[in-house]
């Protein structure tokens, strides 16, 4: 879904980048209300994750792959706000380090790979558990539904800036057939990576996911043969995992996918990619402005063994995001701390 420069003319790339630029203004302050001094490290991971996880490209049919877009999975781990600035610095690294989505078209790929995908995957998610029991097993079943339906949506959205802007002739009727249907299958994959992912979190730390917030279940037990609910407790149950542990297990992994796991993902083109070369929507493609980056493509400059060039860009790519993530979250708590100590202090003079 990564659009490279010159799929979309100028004037369309500049109005979808200051779309993309206004939606960030307004998630950098939307995500001061998000996040606090629990969930402000998950955020950095949370990227860093997506960051290796769309380097594991899965097949979905003859010659075609599709990997994770991670908007479903930033909104319901970290919220919307969040996650839409999750999937941004993810982009922006991808596209300046790794020559991966055109930088002309970074806002095209900004508006459409991060903030379709969370709008639509978040309301779809709210909306299902307004819907379902109260219960943490909705919050992943919920999670599937979303990010399923996330995908396509994004593969909408592409199909209606390249009827505005889109630099070849070519039948929008078409593109819309194509890219919907490989889309679909693509979005499958993403909402079982969702699922699974949110369902793990769930079950060690269900206080840090931002989309199991009041869906905690009240123990119930039997008396005289009817069931009714314990009194809440005095003191707050004790977490599973601790956030340092959670958060060492996450980064591990992450490195782990990207650096070693990543050699066996699927080489074939993603749908856009096959898309764009069986209709004629590359004609015009450009090359990319940091193609000579040393970790263009995801390999290393030099390194001439491919398992380890591809790992050790992976690697690289996972703690660039996490530190990159990390500093704009931790700026973004800062911020809400100055703004929050004011008022708060205001109060207690004596």
Same mark, same amino acid.
């Given at each position: 879904?990564?659009?490279?420069?010159?799929?979309?003319?100028?004037p *369309?790339?500049?109005?979808?980048g200051?779309v993309?630029?206004?939606?960030l203004?307004?998630?950098?302050?939307?995500?001061?209300?998000?996040?606090?001094e629990?969930t402000?490290? %998950?955020?950095?991971l949370?990227?860093?994750?997506?960051?290796a996880?769309?380097?594991l490209?899965?097949?979905?049919?003859?010659?075609t792959s599709?990997?994770? +877009?991670?908007g479903? +999975?930033?909104?319901i781990?970290v919220?919307?706000?969040?996650g839409?600035?999750?999937v941004?610095? @993810? %982009?922006?690294?991808?596209?300046?380090l790794?020559?991966?989505?055109g +930088?002309?078209?970074?806002?095209?790929n900004?508006t459409?790979m991060? =903030?379709?995908?969370t709008?639509?995957?978040y309301? +779809?998610f709210?909306?299902l558990?307004? @819907?379902?029991?109260?219960k943490?097993?909705?919050?992943?079943?919920?999670?599937? @539904?979303?990010?399923?339906v996330?995908?396509?949506?994004?593969?909408?959205a592409f199909?209606?800036?390249?009827?505005? &802007?889109?630099?070849t002739?070519?039948?929008i009727g078409?593109?819309?057939?194509?890219?919907?249907g490989?889309?679909?299958?693509i979005?499958? &994959?993403?909402?079982? =990576?969702?699922?699974l992912?949110?369902?793990a979190?769930?079950?060690v730390?269900p206080?840090?996911?931002?989309?199991?917030?009041?869906l905690?279940q009240? %123990?119930?037990?039997r008396?005289?043969?009817?069931?009714?609910d314990?009194?809440?407790p *005095?003191?707050?149950?004790?977490?599973r995992?601790?956030?340092?542990?959670?958060?060492?297990?996450?980064?591990?992994?992450s490195?782990?996918?990207?650096g070693?796991?990543s050699?066996y993902?699927?080489?074939?083109p993603?749908?856009?990619?096959?898309?764009?070369?069986?209709?004629g =929507?590359?004609?015009?493609?450009?090359?990319?402005?940091?193609?000579?980056?040393?970790?263009?493509d995801?390999?290393v400059?030099?390194?001439?063994?491919?398992? %380890?060039?591809g790992?050790l860009?992976? @690697?690289i790519?996972?703690?660039? *995001?996490?530190?990159?993530?990390?500093?704009?979250?931790?700026?973004?708590r800062r911020?809400r701390?100055a703004?929050?100590?004011p008022?708060s *202090?205001?109060?207690?003079g004596?």
């Open positions: 879904m990564h659009v490279p420069d010159g799929f979309i003319d100028a *369309t790339s500049a109005v979808t200051v993309a630029a206004g939606a203004a307004v998630s950098l302050r939307g995500a001061r209300r998000e996040l606090d629990r402000a490290p %998950l955020a950095g949370v990227a860093a994750f997506i960051f996880v769309q380097m490209n899965f097949p979905v049919a003859a010659g599709g990997h994770l +877009l991670g479903a +999975l930033a909104a781990l919220g919307p706000c969040t839409v600035l999750c941004s610095v @993810v %982009l922006l690294m991808q596209g300046v790794f020559a991966d989505g +930088l002309t078209a970074l806002g095209v900004i459409d991060a =903030i379709v995908t709008v639509v995957s309301a +779809l709210r909306g558990l307004a @819907v379902l029991p109260r943490r097993r909705s919050v992943t079943i919920a999670s599937f @539904v979303a990010a399923l996330s995908v396509p949506a994004a593969a909408v199909t209606l800036i390249y009827a505005v &802007g889109g630099t002739d070519v039948s078409k593109v819309a057939t194509a890219m919907i490989v889309h679909v299958l979005g499958i &994959g993403e909402a079982v =990576i969702t699922a992912t949110v369902g979190v769930i079950a730390r206080d840090l996911v931002h989309g199991a917030r009041g905690r009240r %123990l119930q037990l008396v005289n043969g009817t069931l009714v314990a009194p809440a *005095t003191a707050p149950v004790a977490a995992t601790s956030r340092r542990t959670l958060w060492v297990t996450g980064l591990v992994t490195l782990v996918l990207a070693f796991v050699f993902a699927s080489a074939d993603d749908g856009l990619e096959k898309v764009a070369h069986d209709k =929507i590359d004609k015009k493609a450009e090359e990319h402005a940091a193609s000579d980056s040393p970790l263009a995801y390999g400059k030099d390194v001439s063994d491919a398992r %380890l060039s790992g860009a992976g @690697v790519g996972v703690g660039v *995001t996490v530190v990159a993530g990390s500093a704009v979250f931790w700026a973004v911020r701390d703004d929050v100590s008022a *202090t205001a109060g207690t004596v």
